[in-house]
Nanobody, 121 residues
Framework: QVQLVESGGGLVQPGGSLRLSCAAS????????MGWYRQAPGKQRELVAA???????NYGDSVKGRFTISRDNAKNTVYLQMNSLTPEDTAVYYC???????????????WGQGTQVTVSS
């Protein structure tokens, strides 16, 4: 079993910055794609950013140029640096990882519990 624990959410003023972290623990052989999704009230969950094991990245259109995703494979951790935040970034942010628990066992998707980010003056 794999556990994902997020941290770093909170309240920030418009134009401010936050850094989210998500660490995986448990039965881990390899972690493939890591990503961040978000869900605002009344809206569908959407991709914020994703990063492959090799470091290739993909961003949602609304965050390009403002957010940066990175990972530390040795620590099984993914980060999301969020700059120039606006009220439209307010949402619950979820960490996601595709994890192979053992060699020769198929990888599967895992989700964190979510962390609230609120951008407000």
């Amino acid at each position: 079993q794999v556990q994902l624990v997020e941290s770093g959410g909170g309240l920030v003023q418009p134009g401010g910055s936050l850094r989210l972290s998500c660490a995986a623990s448990g039965s881990i052989f390899s972690i493939y794609t890591m990503g961040w999704y978000r869900q605002a009230p009344g809206k569908q969950r959407e991709l914020v950013a994703a990063i492959t094991r090799g470091g290739s990245t993909n961003y949602g259109d609304s965050v390009k140029g403002r957010f940066t995703i990175s990972r530390d494979n040795a620590k099984n951790t993914v980060y999301l640096q969020m700059n120039s935040l606006t009220p439209e970034d307010t949402a619950v942010y979820y960490c996601q990882m595709v994890v192979a628990p053992q060699a020769n066992i198929a990888a599967y998707n895992n989700w964190g519990q979510g962390t609230q980010v609120t951008v407000s003056s």
